[in-house]
């Protein structure tokens, strides 16, 4: 099945599947593979000055002999299964203070985990003897009359706009995937389907509480510790220390908005994404927008903020240059409705409370898959457009999804500096998710062997469209949200210029490296 998936953060659905996938391919899980067994000492169990130092936290401390251990660990990225020596639940913000010191005093690498998104399971620590420092905690939102929002850093993005909503009718420039944990999807950079409108979720930021490696509260916003606000927004992922709460402006959205979908088959790829490319130069910033590029066609989706007339308007220029949908469905409500309809929630739910996300969120959410990225600094050329026509009709075997995403960005994304955050992709045309899935059963668990198919068709695909970018566009820029560990100069990828100040903070902020990754800012 295609998927559609709007999420900046992750490409992500909750779709509940009936496959039973997972029972019957069981039998062939390898044994590195097998589950840790509880009360097993190996090498990333916590040593016992370790354990002392953590010994206020109490049961807040899971290590390998918990009951809950394992299901605590799987991250939303099945493929990955690393070994934390410890979990820390951490629910207040001297818990995470103890937590950083004890880990900082003994050498052991943290991983800040919001809602455990990461591509490459960097949120279980990317290898094995992290601690983890779980945030689901710290989830409280309280806005004020004027929509300063103070938001707890575990908080994922479906219950914060349910609440935002609650709250006096406010909203956030934020992703559609209700599960992504606003921890990383914000210091990652943070886009979504208001950002032509309103810009970055980084650009809504007023303050953010932030804990260091010595267990030292600090505040960051523009006036304060300036360097780390400016690493943050935009390499602030795992990189630098825990950010326990952010404060946000939220936005006001329109009283109506309008949602919709355009559908197409694949064979008429090349008229849509001309017609979409030229739309991103010159379309408002009401409209924000995605387009889903797959084996059942294109499907372009997103919201208007503004009534079904005006829509229609906006859309006009756009819709007389591409072939005729031959499916359309334009919706009229509040945002919030709008919020939900592209949640994909199982079911498709019309209640907005589904937004609340009160069902169990482990294993349940999780899916095997690989993602990759591009960011395109100027309109595609037709090279890059009939890839995306080769490369999307094809289905790999054993996949359950597959499909590129095309972000048109600019609007306000591009109206902040390129070195005013750590965030470089300010000039950013459009952004390209590729996208391989399988396996998503809801009672997955990690351990089943990968999709070869499904990972080779990602590595070719993106070999040639490597290829098209170099000879067109410049040096190779990608997403650090939809971060790839195989990227080779990721460093440069990623943050270009801001890669040597970036280290130098780090040196500041962070200078025996606790905080740490295969792909965290190094020290200089
Ligand atoms: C993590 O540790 C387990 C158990 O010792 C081992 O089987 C596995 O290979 C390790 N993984 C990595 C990536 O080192
Ligand atoms: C954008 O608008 C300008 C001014 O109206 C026009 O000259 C140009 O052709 C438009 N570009 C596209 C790609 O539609």
């Known amino acids: 099945m295609y998927t559609p998936s709007l999420s900046s953060a992750a490409s992500m659905l909750l779709l509940l599947s009936t496959s039973t996938s997972y029972f019957a391919q069981a039998a062939v899980i390898p044994s590195h593979f097998a589950e840790v067994q509880h009360g097993t000492t190996s090498a990333t169990s916590p040593t016992a000055t370790l ?47 103890t937590a950083t010191k004890c880990a900082t005093d003994s050498g052991v690498a943290i991983a800040p985990r919001s809602g455990g998104h990461s591509f490459e399971g960097y949120s279980i620590g990317g290898e094995n003897g992290s601690m983890v420092i779980d945030l689901t905690g710290f989830n409280h939102v309280s806005v004020s009359a004027s929509g300063v929002a103070k938001v707890g850093a575990g908080m994922r993005l479906g219950p914060l706009y349910l609440e935002l909503f609650k709250q006096g009718g406010w909203t956030l420039n934020a992703g559609t995937c209700p599960s992504v944990g606003v921890g990383g999807h914000t210091l990652g950079g943070g886009f979504g389907l208001l950002g032509r409108k309103h810009g970055l979720l980084i650009d809504s930021i007023v303050e953010i509480q932030f804990i260091n490696a010595q267990g030292e509260l600090l505040i960051a916003d523009a006036n304060n510790n300036k360097d780390l606000f400016y690493a943050l927004r935009g390499a602030g992922g795992g990189s630098y220390g825990v950010v326990t709460q952010f404060t946000y402006q ?50 372009m989706y997103g919201l208007f903020e503004g009534t079904k007339a005006q829509q229609a308007e906006a859309m006009k220029g756009f819709l007389s240059k591409a072939p005729k949908p031959k499916r359309s469905d334009v919706r009229v409500g509040r945002h919030i409705d709008a919020q939900l309809r ?102 997955a668990k990690p351990g089943i062997p990968d999709c070869k198919d499904c990972l080779a068709w990602m590595k070719n ?64």
């Open 461 to 524: 695909m993106y070999a040639e469209f490597l290829d098209d970018f170099k000879a067109n566009y410049g040096p190779v820029r990608g997403y650090q949200n939809y971060i790839d560990k195989e990227l080779t100069n990721w460093e440069d990828a990623y943050y270009g210029d801001a890669f040597s100040r970036l280290k130098q903070i780090k040196k500041a902020v962070d200078p025996g490296n606790t905080f740490r990754f295969p792909q965290s800012i190094p020290l200089p």
């Open 250 to 299: 939220a936005v006001k959205p329109s009283s109506t908005v309008t949602s919709y979908t355009y559908d197409w088959d694949l064979k008429d790829y090349k008229g849509v994404l001309r017609a979409y490319v030229d739309f991103q130069v010159n379309a408002s910033r009401d409209v924000g927008v995605e387009m889903n590029v797959g084996p059942d066609g294109l499907e």
């Open 51 to 97: 354990l002392a130092c953590l010994k206020p936290l109490g049961s807040k401390v899971l290590t390998s002999s918990s009951p809950n251990y394992n299901q605590e660990r799987y991250g939303f990225d099945l493929r990955y299964n690393y070994l934390p020596q410890v979990i820390v639940m951490a629910t207040t913000v001297p818990d995470v203070q």
């Open 342 to 443: 592209f949640s994909y929630i199982a079911g498709n739910p019309t209640n907005i409370e589904a937004l609340s996300l009160t069902g169990k969120y482990k294993p349940g959410d999780s899916r095997y898959t690989k993602g990759k990225s591009l960011v395109y600094p100027e309109p595609l050329k037709d090279s890059t457009i009939e890839l995306l026509g080769k490369w999307g009709a094809i289905t790999p075997k054993g996949s359950t999804a597959n499909y590129i995403i095309v972000d048109i960005w600019g609007g306000a994304v591009s109206d902040v500096s390129a070195d005013a955050t750590a965030f470089i992709h300010r000039n950013a045309h459009s952004v390209f998710e590729f996208v391989a899935e399988w396996n998503e059963d809801p009672n």
